[in-house]
């Protein structure tokens, strides 16, 4: 191999040694996608497709006690399956709640994680009113909310368990 790349000029070596490193980070792009589970895109494809009806509808919808923290936040959206498999797809929300900047996979910069299953996204997708349904995941905690980093895993912490003792209460 030595002798192989000793006939080469140095500018030619550089370029093997540009394109072997663009192979390494790519083929580590293509390992880390495919940590989701078979399911992932196509589940992917079908949320993404209703974010534009969510996002019309969210402005007039009542979020309750979690509404107004939501603002701002970036999320990695975690789907688990009956199997013990979870995709994890992510977002940011606007100050309005409307989801931009989604994405298959997670964000490194995620502020939110939110946690639901497969069935609660389909009901959310397939629905008149998507952002209705959200609202009512969100409210019999079929979507659950972990913050990351200290601040924000106090603030959800807090918030988690008011949600908690009002749904407990009857309140939700």
């Not at 580590?28 to 996002?55: K, L, R």
């Not at 992510?90 to 490194?108: A, I, N, W, Y």
Request: no cysteine; proline share 2%; glycine share 8%.
């Amino acid at each position: 191999m030595v002798g192989m790349l000793s006939g080469l000029s140095y500018g030619n070596t550089r370029w093997i040694a540009v394109l072997l490193a663009l192979f390494v980070v790519t083929s580590g792009v293509a390992v880390a996608q495919s940590d989701q589970p078979d399911w992932a895109e196509s589940t992917f494809e079908e949320f993404s497709g209703m974010v534009d009806v969510y996002n019309e509808a969210i402005t007039s919808v009542d979020l309750g006690i979690a509404g107004d923290q939501l603002s701002g936040e970036k999320v990695n959206l975690v789907v688990n399956d009956a199997d013990g498999e979870s995709a994890t797809f992510s977002f940011e929300l606007d100050s309005q709640l409307r989801m931009t900047d989604l994405d298959l996979g997670p964000r490194d910069d995620a502020t939110l994680r939110m946690s639901t299953d497969r069935e609660t996204v389909s009901e959310i997708v397939n629905a008149d009113n998507p952002a209705v349904e959200f609202r009512d995941a969100v409210a019999s905690g079929d979507v659950t909310f972990s913050g990351i980093g200290t601040t924000n895993a106090v603030k959800w912490t807090v918030i988690n368990t008011v949600a908690d003792l009002g749904r407990m209460l009857g309140l939700f």
